[in-house]
């Protein structure tokens, strides 16, 4: 009843922008080759049902392979350069141009480097989902109150210790704005390399389609207006899910900070 | 077990020059004593108890345990503070075992313990609470429980209700001193309260201001449970106060030389 | 729903790194072999030949396994063929001239697919444009430098208009040049003519076409293959068997245009539209002739062309931009 309270308020305003949308594009009888209607944008979803199958199942495939090397990696490199200044130094200042690195230069270099496949996507994915997270599991690692550290230090707990039983849990709100910035860097990042490097391959026995963002190039290049917006929903769709996801499990990790005082 | 600290000195820098905060410190507490250590704010009370409790190295002096030099008491002592230190994102009944978990304990057997004597603390029915579902008094209960599994042979107490309000105090001042007598453990409970030093210590040690050592050193003779209108508790209240005051005009001389 | 088979690869790499092992190794005479071809830009009815020549197995005869792969971006193609990363691409004959002259690109012309050129002005009759000379005061959208404003400008010269200080040129993104046009942002665009007037036909209206070699411009190949050198000295029996192949595809789509179409849409289902449907009888005639792009008279004038209009500061021997030797015999 709660959730449904919460989930009101963002539904009403994207139904009024769906209606306002579709009035303006009726009321100036707008061509679909400029700006297709909603109701023309949800049509076009059943008639492309199979293509958005199996082109989500590629897409997904990259972001979600994007996302989860760059939340094991990211972890990882927030608490060695958390434990180690001399890497602190040697690395932070490589993170942060790696947060400045021009994908738009460097995607046809991973073409070269990496070939066509699912391999490029997942670099860039990786490439601007990585930051946030490795920043934030230092920053959270970082924000651990001293005198709980004495206090597992008094407990003679290991260092090992500290960082599994205090440290990481400790971190973890910081952990999860980074996470959640990682999903949505990921989602962008396989989305625009399947702009810039994908497409489709045929071969004598078939063809391999080149994802959701190779999609809406096509779509649009051949004048569907109809199926890229249907492409871009379904994708808003999907990385929302996803981002749901990701929420609900923060809310269950992190459910101590939202009871009430008895 | 005997403790005694022999000569110990510490400083920090400050500036290009070094804070004395303690120096030439001597102290006993023997097996199953209760020492409440009292001073003016900033004499080095809390110093003390890290140096014991091995979180900073002392510049000088030493440490006995039993007649063996130590390098601190860690391992024999459990250590509280003012603040409860519980972490917020484990309920009640796994912050009490944190200690028992540290050391290898199965969660499970440790779990057991904890229940029993949350129990007794009058937290039960608390034990899927988080901390900050609970009011600063349950807090510091919890912390105390979590002290007392260890079932160490000497607690280092810093301020441990310096937070509570007094209603709430007299509860775990009845609280702790059963605990106390039941594991027959050697308490240094650290104070600026000469009141709770005088209704909880056998012995009641009083600081310098810093650089800090010990003045004076005064046997608590009274019955438990001491009642604060006792005349001879207000005799004394009223000589540990005349102390404390000298302490605190000599810190401003010393300062402001 | 749609009737083709999707086959999902999930190691395109490995097929990759197998190509460059048999590039690298001389070839271990394995049947088939494999080819990669990457096309210049989104597959549509310009590659028809390609197309019916892998669906009705020519590829296969001459034992090629060819992998045809759209470009993530169709400014790359060349530079990934110089690199190896593909082995043949598909790219315009300006671009091509244009990147040997200026870059020395690894690479070298090795047939055609589209033997004439499809630039063209377009613009909108109902706006009251009927001859090149009502672009007086207009504005052009275009999108690829330095060579459209080039042709554009010879064209507009040739009708006695003054580029310079008669019109307008916007730089726009490619997908966004037919919008602005319907939209009426600019007044005409550069565009393929058997694309652009289908879809302003499409919005109900009346295209108007100026074909650049009709104004003065050259009539260049739209689309040559190129292929790096090393390729054509290692591997010159798969490129002259994928040529031929190709000539066969050539020959099906000129002699039966319905059942290529059919053949083409069937194997591109998420083409047909009556876009790509009316585009590809445009497209049709523009295939005679193709892969032979052995008209060196044509290079010649396309390199000078690009010489005079100060794009490229030297001019190369003609066979340094493009090689006849793997064309099939029906060429010479």
Not at chain 1, 165 to 185: C, W
Not at chain 3, 148 to 160: C, D, F, I, N
Request: hydrophobic residues 50%; neutral net charge; charged residues 20%.
């Amino acid at each position: 009843m709660k959730r449904l309270k919460q989930l009101g308020p963002p539904l009403s305003l994207l139904l009024a922008l769906f209606a306002g949308w579709e009035a303006i594009v009726r009321l100036w009888s707008i061509p679909d080759y400029l700006l297709p209607a909603p109701t023309a944008i949800f049509r076009a979803i059943p008639d492309h049902l199979e293509l958005l199958w199996l082109n989500t199942g590629i897409t997904f495939t990259a972001i979600a392979l994007g996302f989860l090397i760059s939340l094991v990696s990211g972890l990882a490199l927030g608490i060695v350069i958390f434990y180690s200044p001399t890497l602190e130094r040697a690395l932070y200042p490589l993170l942060i141009a790696s947060r400045n690195v021009p994908l738009f230069t460097i995607a046809p270099l991973l073409v070269v480097w990496l070939g066509f496949g699912l391999l490029p996507k997942v670099a860039v994915a990786v490439i601007i989902a990585f930051f946030p997270i490795v920043v934030n599991t230092y920053d959270g690692l970082r924000s651990v109150d001293a005198d709980l550290v004495n206090l597992l230090r008094t407990l003679l707990a290991s260092r090992w210790q500290i960082l599994r039983k205090l440290r990481l849990p400790a971190a973890l709100p910081f952990i999860f704005s980074g996470v959640k910035l990682g999903l949505v860097y990921s989602v962008l990042g396989a989305v625009f390399a399947e702009m810039v490097v994908g497409g489709q391959v045929w071969t004598a026995s078939g063809v391999a389609t080149g994802g959701l963002g190779y999609w809406i190039r096509n779509a649009t290049n051949f004048g569907h207006l109809d199926l890229a917006f249907a492409l871009i929903f379904w994708l808003a769709g999907l990385s929302l899910a996803l981002f749901g996801l990701v929420v609900s499990l923060e809310r269950y990790l992190l459910r101590w900070q939202r009871v009430e005082r008895t | 077990m005997r403790f005694q600290i022999e000569d110990l000195h510490k400083s920090f820098p400050q500036g290009a020059t070094r804070l004395k905060v303690l120096e030439g410190l001597y102290l006993e507490l023997a097996y199953g004593e209760f020492v409440a250590l009292i001073g003016p704010s900033g004499c080095g009370k809390t110093t003390l108890l890290n140096i014991l409790a091995g979180l900073v190295p002392p510049d000088a002096g030493t440490l006995w345990l039993d007649g063996q030099r130590v390098p601190s008491y860690q391992g024999h002592m459990a250590y509280m503070q003012q603040k409860d230190l519980l972490l917020p994102w484990r309920m009640v009944l796994d912050n009490a075992i944190l200690g028992l978990e540290i050391q290898g304990i199965p969660k499970r057997q440790a779990r057991t313990q904890a229940r029993a004597l949350l129990g007794r603390f009058g937290l039960a029915g608390f034990e899927r609470a988080y901390p900050n579902q609970l009011s600063g008094g349950m807090r510091q209960r919890v912390a105390l429980v979590r002290t007392l599994l260890l079932e160490k042979p000497i607690w280092l107490l810093d301020e441990p209700f310096g937070a509570i309000d007094a209603m709430t105090r007299s509860h775990l001042h009845r609280y702790l001193l059963q605990a106390w007598q039941e594991q027959e453990t050697t308490i240094l409970f650290v104070t600026h309260d000469i009141e709770e030093a005088l209704v909880l210590a056998d012995r009641v040690a009083v600081m310098t201001a810093r650089p800090g050592r010990i003045k004076a050193l005064f046997d608590i003779k009274l019955p438990r449970p001491r009642r604060v209108t006792d005349p001879q508790f207000v005799a004394l209240k009223e000589e540990l106060l005349e102390l404390l005051q000298e302490e605190r005009l000599e810190k401003k001389i010393y300062e402001a030389t | 729903m749609r009737s083709m088979r999707f086959v999902r690869f999930g190691f395109v790499g490995l097929a990759l790194l197998a190509g460059v092992w048999v590039v690298g190794g001389g070839g271990g005479a394995q049947a088939p072999e494999r080819l990669g071809v990457m096309l210049e830009f989104f597959a549509n009815p310009d590659h028809a030949p390609l197309y019916i020549a892998q669906a009705k197995g020519y590829l296969a005869q001459e034992g090629l396994n060819v992998e045809i792969r759209e470009p993530g971006d169709p400014s790359q193609v060349p530079f990934l063929v110089a690199s190896g990363a593909v082995d043949l691409g598909l790219t315009s004959m300006f671009n091509h001239v244009i990147l040997r002259s200026t870059q020395d690109l690894n690479a070298l012309a090795i047939g055609a697919l589209l033997m004439k050129p499809l630039g063209a002005l377009v613009a909108i009759k109902e706006r009251g444009i009927e001859k090149i000379t009502d672009l007086k005061g207009k504005k052009i959208g275009f999108s690829v430098e330095p060579v459209e404003p080039a042709v554009y400008s010879t064209m507009l010269r040739a009708a006695g208009l003054d580029p310079q200080r008669d019109v307008t040129f916007v730089k726009l993104d490619f997908l966004s040049l037919l919008p602005a046009l319907l939209a009426g942002t600019v007044d005409a665009i550069g565009a393929f003519r058997n694309f652009e007037p289908v879809r302003v036909e499409l919005a109900g209206k009346t295209p108007v076409v100026f074909a650049q070699e009709e104004y003065g411009a050259p009539e260049a190949y739209q689309l040559v293959f190129i292929a790096r050198h090393e390729l054509l000295a290692q591997r010159p029996g798969s490129v002259f068997r994928f040529l031929r192949a190709l000539s066969k595809g050539v020959l099906f789509v000129l002699a039966f245009p319905e059942q290529s179409k059919e053949i083409f849409f069937q194997t591109l289902p998420q083409l047909k539209d009556e876009l790509n449907q009316r585009a590809y009888d445009r497209t049709v005639p523009i295939f005679a002739g193709a892969p032979c792009h052995n008209d060196a008279k044509r290079w010649e004038t396309g390199q000078n062309f690009l010489f005079d209009q100060k794009i490229i500061s030297q001019k190369l021997p003609l066979e340094e931009l493009f090689a006849g030797s793997f064309l099939p015999e029906g060429c010479f």
